[in-house]
């Protein structure tokens, strides 16, 4: 295996976390999720998404989620998330994602969805 190393070395805990770009972000998306992720970056190996594709579940203006999409990585930016200890990255712009997607909904049972309240709300 090239490029990995086998170490002692404790690691860091690896937060992933994402916000939808389906509207504009609040307080609560402030002081529920952002304002913590710039308070413990330092603290974790962070990676954070804009999940644009989780946006999809109901229409959308494609022009306007365009925008919405890069405001949330502008807000992530300007609220203080530093990118020396963070990535930030949109969920569309990665197509295995999708293709995991694709994948796994071949083999998941409609009655795992029916259990989830995501799935719920939006059927």
Known sequence: MTGYKITDQPTKKRVFSGIQPSGNL???NYLGAI???VAEQHKYD???CVVDLHALTVPQDPEVLFHKTREVALLYLACGIDLEHCAIFIQSDI???SE???LLNTITPIG???RMTQYKDKS
């Open 112 to 114: 795992w969805l029916e």
């Open 26 to 28: 609040t307080i609560g």
């Open 46 to 48: 962070n990676i954070f």
């Open 100 to 102: 995991l997607t694709w």
């Open 95 to 97: 197509a295995a994602h």
């Open 35 to 37: 304002k913590n992720w």
